[in-house]
């Protein structure tokens, strides 16, 4: 992995011929923002509607083991909107090419422009892209959800619970992006397909006509 400050370095060979490649067509700036702000704001709803409804049947059930009190944890908020980038991130690049430990891997950090996220400086498969767009969605949904499903059983202290909600919500409205450019993909680029970037604009062509 290389850590790049800054706008991403130039490539000093061109890794596609994209005059050779069907070029992905995304929407335009304001709508794609709009887009995902939209879908990232619908995944909290749906994720308090599946908490209320685990609520519901483990009251039913009477073992509801998560009714804690006290006053709110402001540091587990704070711990939870700290780590949701890095994680977000790391998820995305563990599932570049040998776990985002090859040289391809950038690392983008520009403080002018609040931008901080991973690159990937060369081709993948769709299966991987796919996969790699949608991991952090997966992951820091599911698994907060499961673990809060799970606590309704088993006592945790409310920072626990707190961590994991503002995690899980923050982490929902922050993947609307990835769900845009993941059906965007899904709609375009055929199975048995790479995908590619140059000069910031995203290209596919069949699997074994790489260069």
Same mark, same amino acid.
Not at 148 to 174: D, E, K, S, T, W
Not at 177 to 183: E, R, T
């Given at each position: 992995? !290389?850590? +790049?400050?800054?706008?991403?370095? /130039?490539? %000093? /060979?061109?890794? &596609? /011929?994209? *005059?050779? #490649? %069907?070029?992905? !067509?995304?929407?335009?700036? !304001?709508?794609?923002?709009?887009?995902?702000?939209?879908?990232?704001?619908?995944?909290?709803?749906?994720? +308090?509607? $599946?908490?209320?409804?685990?609520?519901? &049947?483990?009251?039913?059930?009477?073992?509801?083991?998560?009714?804690?009190? @006290?006053?709110?944890? $402001?540091? =587990?908020?704070?711990?939870?909107?700290?780590?949701? &980038?890095?994680?977000? *991130?790391?998820?995305?690049?563990?599932?570049?090419?040998? @776990?985002?430990?090859?040289? *391809?891997?950038?690392?983008? &950090? #520009?403080?002018?422009?609040?931008?901080?996220?991973?690159?990937?400086? @060369? +081709?993948?498969?769709?299966?991987? #892209?796919?996969?790699? !767009?949608?991991?952090?969605?997966?992951?820091?949904?599911?698994?907060?959800?499961?673990?809060?499903?799970?606590?309704?059983?088993?006592?945790?202290?409310?920072?626990?619970?707190?961590?994991? %909600?503002?995690?899980?919500?923050?982490?929902?409205?922050?993947?609307?992006?990835?769900?845009?450019? =993941?059906?965007?993909?899904?709609? /375009?680029?055929?199975?048995?397909?790479?995908?590619?970037?140059? *000069?910031?604009?995203?290209? $596919?062509?069949?699997?074994?006509?790489?260069?």
């Amino acid at each position: 992995m !290389r850590l +790049c400050f800054g706008d991403l370095p /130039q490539r %000093q /060979q061109e890794l &596609v /011929q994209p *005059e050779a #490649w %069907q070029r992905i !067509r995304s929407p335009g700036s !304001r709508l794609g923002y709009l887009l995902a702000a939209l879908i990232g704001l619908m995944f909290p709803n749906l994720l +308090c509607s $599946w908490l209320l409804l685990v609520s519901a &049947v483990a009251a039913r059930s009477g073992s509801d083991a998560a009714s804690v009190a @006290g006053p709110m944890p $402001w540091g =587990a908020v704070i711990v939870a909107l700290l780590v949701f &980038v890095p994680l977000h *991130e790391l998820l995305h690049a563990l599932w570049h090419p040998k @776990g985002g430990l090859t040289p *391809e891997t950038i690392l983008v &950090v #520009w403080p002018a422009k609040l931008r901080f996220g991973v690159y990937y400086d @060369g +081709c993948l498969t769709r299966r991987r #892209w796919l996969l790699m !767009r949608l991991a952090p969605l997966v992951l820091l949904c599911g698994i907060p959800a499961g673990l809060l499903a799970l606590f309704r059983y088993l006592p945790a202290p409310l920072a626990a619970h707190i961590f994991l %909600q503002v995690l899980m919500l923050v982490n929902g409205i922050g993947s609307g992006g990835d769900i845009v450019a =993941a059906a965007t993909v899904l709609l /375009q680029v055929p199975a048995a397909a790479h995908i590619c970037f140059h *000069e910031g604009k995203a290209y $596919w062509r069949a699997a074994g006509h790489i260069g």
